[in-house]
T-cell receptor
Framework: AQKITQTQPGMFVQEKEAVTLDCTYD???????LFWYKQPSSGEMIFLIY??????QNATEGRYSLNFQKARKSANLVISASQLGDSAMYFC????????????FGPGTRLSVLP | DTGVSQDPRHKITKRGQNVTFRCDPI?????LYWYRQTLGQGPEFLTY????????KSRLLSDRFSAERPKGSFSTLEIQRTEQGDSAMYLC???????????????FGPGTRLTVL
């Protein structure tokens, strides 16, 4: 079975500061992908960043970077220079290389950026 | 707009009624997924299609739920005899299956919020 754990129900960060959102995962598959999505209050899920299990370098995408520690099974999202528009729910998700290929999502972290 | 669209955006119904939602994926995407998201939780997988074939169904998809993608383009999700526990956001996503899994980013629609009274 696959599982995603996000232990921070809510996080606060000051505008322009960096913040790390935690994600740990559990899978027995060797090949898998890790995704982060942002869900603003409007409800749509916005793809942020992807990390493959065989990728040797941490993924980066603009102000987003993924701190991937495979041995610890963690894939933390780092947002640099936080902006007020970053206030949203953030979901970590995993897809493993198995039949079905559906995503398993974590419970999410609500990030609030303070002015 | 060439993103994933869902209709309706909101649906209020009485317990016991049937409801049907529609999802139009990104046109060239061959995979289509349905998820359910309850308040304060992450999305939970319901089912997915590759083209017109329904390849997997979650145990969450009781026999009151049925999904179709008849021509491999749009999809419908029907809930029969709705119950209050069906109240949730129903999200549709699509992806283009290419290259080596597991990378196939899913693009999500805005969701249909169902309220069962």
């Amino acid at each position: 079975a696959q599982k995603i754990t996000q232990t921070q129900p809510g996080m606060f960060v000051q505008e322009k500061e960096a913040v790390t959102l935690d994600c740990t995962y559990d899978t027995s598959d060797q090949s898998y992908g890790l995704f982060w999505y942002k869900q603003p209050s409007s409800g749509e899920m916005i793809f942020l960043i992807y990390q493959g299990s065989y990728d040797e370098q941490n993924a980066t995408e603009g102000r987003y970077s993924l701190n991937f520690q495979k041995a610890r099974k963690s894939a933390n999202l780092v947002i640099s220079a936080s902006q007020l528009g970053d206030s949203a729910m953030y979901f970590c998700a995993m897809r493993a290389d198995n039949y079905g290929q559906n995503f398993v999502f974590g419970p999410g972290t609500r990030l609030s950026v303070l002015p | 707009d060439t993103g994933v669209s869902q209709d309706p955006r909101h649906k209020i119904t009485k317990r016991g009624q049937n409801v049907t939602f529609r999802c139009d994926p990104i046109s060239e995407h061959n995979r289509l997924y349905w998820y359910r998201q309850t308040l304060g939780q992450g999305p939970e997988f319901l089912t997915y299609f590759q083209n017109e074939a329904q390849l997997e169904k979650s145990r969450l998809l009781s026999d009151r739920f049925s999904a179709e993608r008849p021509k491999g383009s749009f999809s419908t999700l029907e809930i029969q005899r709705t119950e209050q526990g069906d109240s949730a956001m129903y999200l549709c996503a699509s992806s283009l299956n290419y290259g080596s899994p597991p990378y196939n980013e899913q693009f999500f629609g805005p969701g249909t919020r169902l309220t069962v009274l």
